[in-house]
């Protein structure tokens, strides 16, 4: 079965306490409002539970679940915002996604100097997830950072790469860089 593509696009937050049944509490109003959710990330940070949803749907049923957040947000004891934007655009830039993978001894500036490296170069970051924990031999505390970025085609991989390696060399960052595969 395939279904048409909508051209009307939602993409909403939410952040409250976290409990049990609230994906399954905020996932059921989207489907009844006629929507489908196209791409999400969910997760749990300290005690809060926060979610990023793309929603589409038609022009009625966005526009449905648009003027229900309000009383969404009430109902279901979050911080929720929308705001329309188009569809997941195609790479029109030509760009390549990469997977970078870096681990180190968890210290302040570690985002932010990755962050710097790539947006010096026109690299976009699309996608980030980061994590500590503590050394298993060590009980040190620890730091991972997993991205992909978009590396525009005009750009040379090889020497990005060696700056990358060479950069993260000079701040003590265990890490990788290689074409997403799939």
């Not at 079965?1 to 993409?11: D, E, F, G, H, W």
């Not at 010096?120 to 009980?139: E, K, P, V």
């Not at 590396?151 to 290689?178: K, M, T």
């Amino acid at each position: 079965m395939t279904r048409a593509k909508a051209n009307q696009y939602l993409v909403i937050s939410a952040l409250g306490q976290d409990r049990p049944g609230i994906v399954h509490d905020l996932t059921q109003h989207v489907t009844e409002a006629g929507c489908n959710i196209d791409d999400s990330r969910m997760t749990v940070l300290g005690g809060e539970f926060a979610v990023l949803m793309l929603v589409e749907g038609n022009w009625n049923a966005v526009a449905k679940l648009e003027a229900q957040l309000p009383a969404l947000e009430k109902k279901l004891d979050l911080t929720i915002t929308g705001k329309r934007t188009t569809g997941q655009p195609e790479n029109q830039s030509g760009g390549r996604p990469y997977s970078v993978e870096v681990i180190a001894i968890d210290h302040p500036g570690i985002i932010n100097s990755l962050a710097n490296f790539f947006s010096s170069r026109s690299i976009n970051i699309q996608d980030l997830y980061t994590d500590s924990y503590r050394a298993a031999h060590t009980g040190s505390q620890m730091f991972s950072a997993n991205m992909t970025v978009n590396i525009p085609a005009e750009v040379q991989i090889a020497r990005v790469r060696d700056e990358f390696l060479d950069f993260c060399d000079s701040l003590n960052l265990d890490a990788v860089l290689e074409p997403v595969k799939g």
